[in-house]
């Protein structure tokens, strides 16, 4: 089965793609196009689809990934690291054309920004709790300190766990709304009282444009219930499989 990216409108004329599962040569509970390192697959399997989906973007590209941490940090990039030597951070930037900054997720918000006239793309990793501690805010300033402007920044929020498959307790509801009282509009009430279901994607939407992003596409695609084309971490939890895929999505600079 062929790879088939998803792409986002506001990215248009900048290579990218949001990658699912299809397409790939994984097996068992990791069948497709399982690009995680940090799963249990055949490495000759996660090597040869993260091949496939370099070639479905940007042929000929170097690909470029971090050791993902749930952290708010970015950095930026002028040459790809050996895949064992990958820096601990969850937002990558590049002017450097030939480079494809990829962002692996399971239910997480993958996130591809680019300003088209500066040359200046990247892209974010946001979890919850990258996403509350300013992950995205991060990727936009790293931009900005290679020549970008924001006001021209488009960004896309790519398929991660959608509010009606994210149930969440108390404590995180809290969390949130200690940080910030108006976040409670981004949840709503769970099955139970002490439950609450959390809209990631459109809290790392609110992130964006409150950093000034006036241009914010949103694919509205869940992870979780959509098996045939994601993974994702929190389905396979509850279904008590040992092991879980990795997606990735990417965005590039042709040379």
Not at 12 to 22: L, M, N, Q, T, V
Not at 32 to 41: A, E, Q, R, T
Not at 151 to 167: D, K, L, M, N, T
């Amino acid at each position: 089965m062929p790879i088939t990216p998803i792409r986002a409108a506001s990215l248009d004329g900048i290579p990218h793609g949001f990658i699912g599962r299809e397409g790939g040569v994984s097996t068992g509970i990791l069948g497709g196009l399982n690009v995680g390192l940090g799963s249990g697959d055949d490495r000759a399997a996660i090597t040869e689809n993260r091949r496939r989906a370099v070639a479905s973007v940007l042929p000929g590209a170097r690909l470029v990934t971090l050791h993902q941490v749930h952290s708010p940090d970015a950095i930026a990039v002028i040459a790809p690291f050996p895949d064992d030597a990958r820096p601990h951070a969850d937002a990558l930037v590049t002017d450097r054309p030939g480079l494809l900054l990829g962002i692996l997720t399971a239910d997480c918000a993958p996130i591809l920004l680019a300003d088209q006239q500066a040359g200046i793309v990247g892209a974010a990793h946001a979890g919850w709790k990258g996403a509350l501690h300013g992950v995205t805010d991060s990727a936009i300033t790293a931009m900005e300190e290679l020549g970008a402007d924001r006001s021209r920044i488009a960004a896309a929020v790519g398929p991660c766990i959608a509010r009606a498959s994210y149930e969440v307790d108390e404590a995180f509801l809290r969390r949130f709304c200690e940080a910030e009282p108006e976040n409670e509009r981004f949840f709503s009430a769970g099955a139970r009282p002490d439950r609450h279901q959390f809209d990631l994607e459109a809290y790392v939407a609110a992130r964006l444009a409150a950093a000034g992003i006036a241009q914010v596409e949103l694919l509205g695609l869940d992870t979780y219930a959509d098996e045939r084309h994601f993974y994702s971490f929190r389905r396979a939890t509850h279904r008590g499989e040992p092991d879980y895929g990795r997606q990735i999505s990417l965005i590039g600079l042709p040379t």
